[in-house]
């Protein structure tokens, strides 16, 4: 009797450890491995400047700003995810940048707390740190394997994850597309 408890422990806490030490899947899929890196230095752009990172920033390649071309963007490392995107009114499948790694290669200043995305048409939102450290929110470059134009709302569009997450609400998400400056805060 006493090796038949001993046996079921031993199962029951095998099986426990294993339900503990599985990780539900990422939300994202890595498409390029990043080949620039927080301490990298980011190489002036060569090509025509889609994006400005201003404030309180330590990695600059311009002055007092970070610039970067889509090349030198996508360095970074781009990943994709799938959303039911509320404003297309269909799924889609964005690639691009994680913010959270898009922060640590301009090296975000520590005091900072928001990221103000400003669009091309001025309009601006602001998107707290904290949920860019909490969720893989994307700088999107890529519709379903297209690069986005001004015309699909590109060059960079921000994505929430929020099929993936049920804290986030699709009115909570931050979606400013046709973006052309962060403005770290």
Not at 163 to 179: E, F, G, L
């Amino acid at each position: 009797m006493m090796h038949r408890v001993m046996s079921v422990s031993l199962v029951l806490i095998a099986l426990l450890a294993a339900a503990c030490g599985s990780q539900p899947a990422p939300a994202y899929e890595v498409v390029a491995p990043a080949s620039v890196n927080q301490g990298s230095s980011i190489p002036a752009p060569t090509e025509a400047v889609i994006l400005t990172v201003t404030g309180a920033i330590n990695n600059k390649n311009a002055g007092d700003i970070l610039e970067f071309d889509m090349p030198t963007l996508e360095k970074i490392g781009l990943v994709k995810y799938t959303v039911s995107d509320p404003w297309l009114q269909s799924e889609v499948t964005y690639t691009g940048v994680l913010m959270s790694e898009l922060l640590e290669v301009a090296e975000v200043s520590d005091s900072a707390t928001t990221v103000r995305v400003v669009a091309l048409d001025d309009y601006a939102a602001d998107i707290p740190i904290s949920e860019i450290e909490t969720w893989p929110i994307l700088l999107a470059t890529q519709a379903d394997g297209e690069y986005l134009t001004v015309d699909t709302n590109g060059p960079t569009r921000i994505i929430f994850p929020y099929d993936t997450y049920s804290d986030i609400t699709a009115a909570r998400n931050m979606s400013v597309w046709n973006n052309k400056l962060l403005e770290i805060r």
